[in-house]
């Protein structure tokens, strides 16, 4: 979690300072959601999300390094520098996306757990998606194929309460995100998501329930984002004090923090040295991040199509 | 110690204004704390820091317009520590340039060259065994033949298990290969063509079949945003080899809705292998070829040629994508066309021939990439060039073929290229308008007498 804040702090400074260009989508206080969840999954798992996706790319294990070397549009980014913030991949990690088509993720998300369910490997699929983004049509259509085919796909709702300016309420008719699923069956849990421990338990549950071939479940994670929707985000549409509140009742950091130190798991010597070590690593990838060389023109044509015909 | 330079808090923001200081020298100020208010070109935003301290120098006065983006603003000291020397401090650092904007020219590296046209290819008649084949028989069969051999590939679409296909493109297919891998959807455009590129994105070979192309207007962000573009924005390590097939174009007499071809949109995406055959050998050939392709492909079919019979050769035979083919040779005017356009442009010809014009009819089959070479070869040997295509004129595959006559084959053109389309109408219901609406033989005998100045 605290790799994920620090890399996204930096990445918002780079932003500031022109190396990060487009649309750049901070995953600031929504950590403990993807922490929680991908502790409950197998290498084997697929993972896809939205734009807002830096997070679950560290939480799959790849390296920062080449996660801000994209985000500056280098050639050692992992996508080359060709997809930028929005777009990145890494089927090596089980990650699938970085999609920028609000929802589109869903139903490509469930095709990764049909390709499961053909293949027979044993995997599942977690799909990503935003509360916004739980009002597009082809998320029902992507829920009524799951759980018709009893497709091994976990659904993710990240209830960050709002889209863009759009708070959940005044966009939705049910506004309890988890019961959305209920006219497909697929049952729904709401979980805190700025509980790590929270998010844990019930992926774990969510996990056990799809691989014993029950089909699809869905998740309403409650979380909250603190920066703007994008980085040009004036953010009018809430007050300071409903974000200053979050930050300091309900930080997902802060509160793991209380419950190691209270468990005694580690004193406060050795979280600053984790500290330590995360800044480390996030200085060393946004160094890397500035110094890499952009890809070279010929790249412009490359990778447009895989077959030569 | 922090210091806090001023942000671009927009893609395109080079300067603002320091609008209001919130905090003044000396306070102490936690992570998540808002510092100052900083006018855009757009609107008011507020400027949080990261990081907490002691505000140990406020660089630029309230009020202060056009300040750059990178501007050293403030800069705060973090628990014990002193403040830097004040020359360091102050020292303005130079704003980052702002991102490089090479000319148009500069950013456009040379796309590979087209090879040089050389005479055109004839391709032989299929020199072994033939049998006779519907192209509805020969779509089925590819299908048939590349499940067998391949365990990924699967069909999926509305009524093709159990209906055996909206139109019988798919018959049989759920006797021989079962229910996992000849998938009735529901009704849901949007949601199987995604999940079928989802499926293709986890290892798997999808035909996702569109009853109908018109209906797959449903399905078009997954075709372009989803499934044509994931290689080159990932860098070439994620694949989307599926294969979106069905009917394309008119059909008869159902009217605006039913009736539209797409070959011009999917042909203008890049990412996309394109295909429209004519014959059912073809249409085989290259179906085969579609499925095995790495590359997304979207394999346009046509109703009205469904039932039409053809020579197939017998056994495995593929066709390679990208290849147009000369299917009637001659030396006077060269036709243009492909899906069931080739019928209207070879009868076109034969009526001609009867009128001592030769007609040499080139049936492109793939519409991306396009094979120009061949187009270019017939056009320097003939000289005049008409397109013909069951579809609407304006920004059509006739439009391409022109521009591609004019920028590569200048030299070689004896008159200008004409086109022969459908008319830019929504296509009518009404028998009479139907007929009319429609890509017609004499239209294209007399575009060809046109360009033959006669
Ligand atoms: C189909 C589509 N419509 C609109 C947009 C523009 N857009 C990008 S993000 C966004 C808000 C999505 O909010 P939500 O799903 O709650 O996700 P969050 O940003 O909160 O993570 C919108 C409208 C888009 N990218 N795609
Ligand atoms: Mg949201």
């Known amino acids: 979690m605290l790799l994920i804040r620090r890399f996204e702090e930096r990445a918002g400074q780079l932003y500031g300072m022109g190396m990060i260009g487009g649309f750049c989508h901070l995953y600031i206080g929504q950590e403990a959601v993807v922490v929680g969840m991908q502790a409950a999954l197998k290498r084997t798992d697929s993972v896809i999300t939205g734009y807002r996706d830096h997070g679950h790319m560290l939480a799959a294990g790849i390296p920062a390094n080449a996660v801000m070397a994209e985000l500056t549009g280098r050639a050692a980014g992992i996508s080359k520098g060709k997809g930028g913030s929005m777009h990145m991949f890494s089927v090596e990690h089980g990650f699938y996306g970085g999609h920028g088509i609000v929802a589109a993720q869903v139903p490509l998300g469930t095709g990764l757990a049909f390709a499961h369910k053909y293949k027979g490997d044993g995997g599942l699929s977690v799909t990503y998606f935003g509360d916004g983004a739980s009002n597009q049509g082809q998320v029902y259509e992507s829920f009524n194929m799951a759980e018709l085919w009893k497709l091994p796909a976990i659904f993710v709702i990240e209830n960050n309460q709002y889209a863009m300016g759009t708070s959940v309420n005044r966009s939705s008719s049910e506004d309890q995100l988890y019961r959305r699923g209920e006219s497909f069956r697929v049952p729904g849990l709401q979980v805190d998501g700025m509980d790590v421990l929270a998010v844990r338990g019930a992926a774990a549950a969510a996990v056990e329930w799809v691989r014993a071939g029950k089909g699809p479940l869905l998740l309403e994670m409650k979380t909250y984002r603190y920066r703007g929707h994008s980085m040009s985000d004036p953010a009018k549409y809430r007050s300071r004090e409903e974000v200053a509140a979050m930050r300091e009742k309900s930080d997902p950091i802060e509160h793991a923090k209380r419950e190691i130190l209270e468990a005694g798991f580690a004193d406060e010597a050795a979280l600053k040295a984790i500290d330590k070590e995360v800044r480390d690593i996030v200085v060393t990838a946004a160094d890397f991040a500035e110094a890499a060389p952009e890809p070279a023109p010929a790249e412009l044509h490359t990778d447009v199509l895989v077959g030569t015909y | 110690m922090a210091e806090i330079k001023l942000p671009a808090m927009s893609p395109t923001m080079e300067e603002g204004t320091l609008a209001k200081w919130l905090v003044a020298e000396g306070d102490i100020v936690k992570p998540g704390d808002v510092i100052a208010e900083i006018e855009t070109d757009k609107a008011t935003m507020e400027l949080e820091v990261d990081d907490g301290g002691t505000v140990a120098k ?337 920004c059509s595959i006739s439009s391409e073929i022109i521009a591609v006559a004019m920028e590569q084959g200048f030299d070689d053109l004896d008159a200008p290229v004409l086109r022969v389309t459908n008319v830019d109408v929504p296509l009518p219901y009404a028998a009479n308008l139907e007929k009319l609406a429609l890509v017609k033989v004499e239209d294209v005998v007399a575009a060809v007498k046109k360009v033959n100045y006669r």
């Open chain 2, 58 to 394: 406020l660089h630029v006065p309230a009020g202060s317009e056009g300040v750059k983006v990178g501007a050293l603003i403030a800069t705060i000291l973090g628990e014990g520590e002193t403040a830097a020397p004040p020359a360091a401090a102050v020292a303005e650092r130079p704003a980052p340039e702002a991102p490089l904007m090479p000319s148009a020219v500069e950013a456009r590296p040379e796309a590979p060259a087209a090879p040089a046209p050389t005479s055109p290819v004839v391709e032989p008649e299929a020199t072994g065994p033939t049998k006779r084949q519907t192209v509805r028989e020969a779509l089925r069969d590819a299908m048939a033949e590349e499940m067998r051999t391949t365990p990924e590939v699967f069909v999926m679409g509305e009524e093709v298990a159990e209906y055996q296909g909206a139109y019988k493109v798919t018959q049989g297919l759920l006797e021989e290969f079962g229910a996992t891998r000849v998938v009735d959807t529901p009704i849901t455009e949007y949601g199987f063509a995604g999940l079928g590129a989802g499926a293709a994105m986890g290892g798997l070979k999808p035909i996702v079949e569109f009853m109908t192309f018109n209906f797959a207007m449903q399905a078009i962000d997954h075709i372009i945003n989803s499934a044509a573009k994931t290689n080159y924005m990932s860098g070439g390590q994620m694949r989307c080899p599926i294969v979106f097939r069905g009917p394309n174009g008119a059909a008869s007499r159902v009217a605006a809705q039913h009736s539209q071809n797409f070959g011009p949109w999917y042909a203008s995406v890049p990412g996309l292998i394109v295909i429209a055959p004519y014959s059912a050998a073809d249409a085989k050939g290259l179906l085969k070829s579609a499925i095995r392709s790495p590359d997304p492909v979207v394999f346009l079919e046509n109703e009205l040629l469904y039932g039409q019979t053809f020579d197939v050769p017998e056994g495995e035979a593929t066709v390679p994508i990208g290849k147009a083919r000369v299917v009637r040779e001659g030396k006077h005017v060269t036709l243009v066309s492909y899906s069931i356009g080739v019928g209207v442009a070879l009868d076109a010809a034969t009526q001609l021939a009867a009128e001592g014009i030769e007609a040499e009819v080139v049936d492109l089959r793939t519409l991306r990439p396009l094979d120009t070479a061949t187009v270019l070869a017939s056009l320097k040997k003939t000289n005049r060039m008409v397109v013909v295509e069951e579809g609407w004129p304006v």
